[in-house]
């Protein structure tokens, strides 16, 4: 539907690169009247991307007013008879136009919303005057009106102001006293939501995992009945081991990142002693469980895995994020058995393409060589670890195993690379593995300024389509038994079958400073 043909042009490829929208497939472009604050319209040209809602001037598609992210989308608002709808926005101004497509355009944004976040958008059906009358302002917004499903986080961008400036004759109006005094929206009472959550306000029901910092526990929520997980972090614990910071950037990257193969924070809190990241159930378990009762896949499937890992992969680089832990058992499996990346306790924000950190992090057989010798790395790491594991999916071991930590170490920095046994893998798996697994990242496939695209052109992958793969329309070739929500049999036994915890927790409480800490998703409808 790129009825203005965008696709190809070079201001709007331009104004999607200035809002990091560079990579991005577009859905939808054509023309359409904006309907200001005074019921005023002006010609705009609405350009729609697998993340983003561009407002663009329609005779300089390089100016951008206003680009929105698809997932802070809250609900949109149709009148049918006026030909218009408004899409209500979290923690900011709503967007009002007018099309004779109107409901092919909202269509369009249901489904371009339920593939990018996994929930689905709201849309309600209204009267032209009680549509006007719903928007949220920029004047209320900032001073200080509730927007539509408060946050404690702010979203508000540059483009905003980039839009105040190419509206700046409109006259904001203020929305009622009544709907400001509110949370939800400002007027029609449709949506009801708290802003913040606890501990109490969930239903622990089985223990999924433990690790170094504390438990993840299946969990449902007494307000709306559905399932999550729950991984809950001693505040001490923390502290002593100096994982405050990396703590505090996993739970900016799962808010942040909005991708069909990651998996999604939907609500975070804290109590005295404890932190908890409330996130989507995937209830089809760990890779690594299913690689390790399977012994190793067959190619259509360590392929189909390896490029929902690589689009997932290259999306957080696209945002500068280093995830740098990736391996089988941070990879699970949902209900339809597609692939989300989880735990983002080790990644790295703020990473410029040619930036380095150093610190010496990661599972040791997915380790890059350049986190060994503590030289240096970058993007290039999560590349390596993914040429490691496609080598462990299609052959049963990761490439430079041993049982010694000190020889595998060696192997991982000196020895060339080996494939066994032979027959398990193809020419053009080898060809891609050996580019991945380059000891040297400038020049590992992967780690030029084109990043994920060099894995995807690989003829390795040339049977996947990856604007259907992205959309979540190729099949997996293997589904994952489960009888329900609630289904935990696809996970390790050690731990579902440990005693439910009771009650919040009692430890001592801790000094730690986790300001902003608290989170709600705005996928969220109470």
Same mark, same amino acid.
């Given at each position: 539907?790129?009825?203005?043909?965008?696709?190809?042009?070079?201001k709007?490829?331009?104004a999607m690169?200035?809002?990091?929208?560079?990579?991005?497939?577009?859905?939808?472009?054509m023309?359409?009247?904006?309907?200001?604050?005074?019921?005023?319209g002006?010609?705009r040209?609405?350009?729609?991307?697998?993340?983003?809602?561009?407002?663009?001037?329609?005779?300089?598609?390089?100016?951008?007013?206003?680009?929105?992210?698809l997932?802070?989308?809250?609900?949109?608002?149709?009148s049918?008879?006026a030909q218009?709808?408004?899409?209500?926005v979290?923690?900011?101004?709503?967007?009002?136009?007018?099309?004779?497509?109107? &409901?092919?355009? /909202? !269509?369009?944004l249901?489904? =371009?919303?339920?593939?990018?976040?996994?929930? +689905?958008? $709201?849309? %309600?059906?209204?009267?032209?005057?009680?549509?006007?009358?719903?928007?949220?302002?920029?004047?209320?917004?900032?001073?200080?009106?509730?927007?539509?499903?408060?946050r &404690?986080?702010? /979203? !508000?961008?540059?483009a905003? =102001?980039?839009?105040?400036?190419?509206?700046? +004759?409109? $006259?904001? %109006?203020r929305?009622?006293?009544a709907?400001?005094?509110?949370?939800?929206?400002?007027?029609?009472?449709?949506?009801?939501?708290?802003?913040?959550?606890?501990?109490? &306000?969930?239903? /622990?029901?089985?223990?999924?995992?433990k690790?170094?910092?504390?438990?993840?526990?299946?969990?449902?929520?007494?307000?709306?009945k559905?399932?999550?997980?729950?991984?809950?972090?001693?505040?001490?614990?923390?502290?002593?081991?100096?994982?405050?910071q990396?703590?505090?950037t996993?739970r900016?990257?799962?808010s942040?990142?909005?991708?069909p193969?990651?998996?999604?924070?939907?609500?975070?809190?804290?109590?005295?002693?404890?932190?908890?990241?409330?996130?989507?159930?995937?209830?089809g378990?760990?890779?690594?469980?299913?690689?390790?009762?399977?012994?190793?896949?067959?190619?259509?499937?360590?392929?189909?895995?390896?490029?929902?890992?690589?689009?997932?992969i290259?999306?957080?680089?696209?945002?500068?994020i280093?995830?740098?832990?990736?391996?089988?058992?941070?990879?699970l499996?949902?209900?339809?058995?597609?692939?989300?990346?989880?735990?983002?306790g080790?990644?790295?924000?703020?990473?410029?393409?040619?930036?380095?950190?150093?610190?010496?992090?990661?599972?040791p057989?997915?380790?890059?060589p350049?986190?060994?010798?503590?030289?240096?790395?970058?993007?290039?790491?999560?590349?390596?670890?993914?040429?490691?594991?496609?080598?462990?999916?299609?052959?049963?071991?990761p490439p430079?195993?041993?049982?010694?930590l000190?020889?595998m170490?060696?192997k991982?920095?000196?020895a060339?690379?080996?494939?066994?046994?032979d027959?398990?893998?193809?020419?053009?798996?080898?060809d891609?593995?050996?580019?991945?697994?380059?000891?040297d990242?400038?020049?590992?496939?992967?780690?030029?300024e084109?990043?994920?695209?060099?894995?995807?052109?690989?003829?390795?992958?040339?049977?996947?389509?990856?604007?259907?793969?992205?959309?979540?329309?190729?099949?997996?070739?293997?589904?994952p038994?489960?009888?329900?929500?609630?289904?935990?049999?696809?996970?390790?036994?050690?731990?579902?079958?440990?005693a439910?915890?009771?009650?919040?927790?009692?430890?001592?409480p801790t000094?730690?400073n986790?300001?902003?800490?608290?989170y709600?998703?705005?996928?969220?409808?109470?």
């Amino acid at each position: 539907m790129d009825f203005l043909k965008l696709s190809n042009d070079k201001k709007a490829l331009k104004a999607m690169a200035a809002n990091s929208a560079a990579n991005e497939s577009i859905l939808l472009s054509m023309k359409v009247v904006k309907i200001n604050r005074k019921g005023k319209g002006q010609n705009r040209a609405l350009l729609v991307t697998t993340r983003k809602i561009f407002n663009l001037m329609p005779d300089n598609f390089s100016k951008c007013n206003r680009c929105i992210e698809l997932a802070q989308l809250h609900h949109i608002s149709v009148s049918p008879q006026a030909q218009e709808f408004a899409l209500h926005v979290t923690n900011e101004y709503d967007y009002r136009f007018k099309t004779a497509a109107f &409901d092919s355009v /909202v !269509k369009l944004l249901k489904d =371009a919303f339920q593939t990018c976040t996994g929930e +689905e958008l $709201e849309v %309600v059906q209204t009267d032209v005057a009680q549509l006007a009358k719903s928007m949220m302002t920029k004047a209320s917004v900032k001073q200080g009106g509730e927007s539509w499903m408060p946050r &404690d986080t702010d /979203v !508000k961008g540059d483009a905003e =102001a980039q839009d105040d400036n190419a509206d700046s +004759e409109e $006259e904001d %109006v203020r929305p009622s006293e009544a709907a400001a005094a509110k949370p939800g929206p400002v007027a029609g009472g449709a949506f009801q939501s708290k802003s913040r959550y606890c501990y109490e &306000d969930f239903t /622990v029901l089985k223990v999924l995992g433990k690790g170094a910092f504390g438990k993840v526990m299946l969990v449902r929520a007494n307000d709306t009945k559905k399932v999550y997980a729950m991984k809950a972090l001693s505040k001490q614990v923390l502290l002593e081991r100096n994982e405050v910071q990396h703590t505090k950037t996993e739970r900016k990257a799962l808010s942040d990142t909005h991708h069909p193969f990651l998996v999604h924070l939907r609500f975070a809190f804290q109590s005295p002693s404890k932190l908890y990241l409330v996130m989507d159930y995937c209830n089809g378990g760990e890779l690594f469980f299913h690689l390790k009762e399977a012994g190793r896949f067959d190619e259509p499937r360590a392929r189909l895995y390896g490029a929902e890992i690589a689009s997932a992969i290259h999306h957080l680089h696209t945002l500068k994020i280093i995830y740098r832990d990736l391996k089988p058992e941070n990879v699970l499996l949902d209900h339809e058995g597609h692939v989300r990346i989880t735990d983002f306790g080790l990644a790295k924000d703020a990473m410029e393409l040619k930036d380095q950190t150093h610190t010496f992090c990661g599972t040791p057989d997915y380790l890059a060589p350049e986190i060994i010798r503590q030289t240096g790395h970058g993007r290039g790491v999560d590349w390596w670890s993914l040429g490691t594991m496609i080598y462990e999916m299609l052959g049963g071991l990761p490439p430079f195993y041993s049982q010694t930590l000190k020889i595998m170490y060696e192997k991982i920095l000196k020895a060339p690379l080996e494939f066994r046994p032979d027959h398990l893998f193809t020419p053009t798996a080898r060809d891609l593995i050996s580019g991945m697994l380059q000891k040297d990242p400038a020049v590992r496939t992967g780690s030029s300024e084109r990043d994920g695209f060099e894995i995807r052109e690989h003829k390795w992958f040339a049977e996947i389509d990856w604007v259907k793969l992205e959309a979540r329309e190729l099949k997996p070739p293997f589904v994952p038994k489960v009888s329900d929500d609630l289904d935990v049999s696809n996970f390790d036994g050690e731990f579902t079958s440990e005693a439910i915890p009771v009650g919040p927790d009692k430890d001592a409480p801790t000094k730690a400073n986790f300001d902003g800490f608290t989170y709600v998703d705005s996928g969220h409808l109470s």
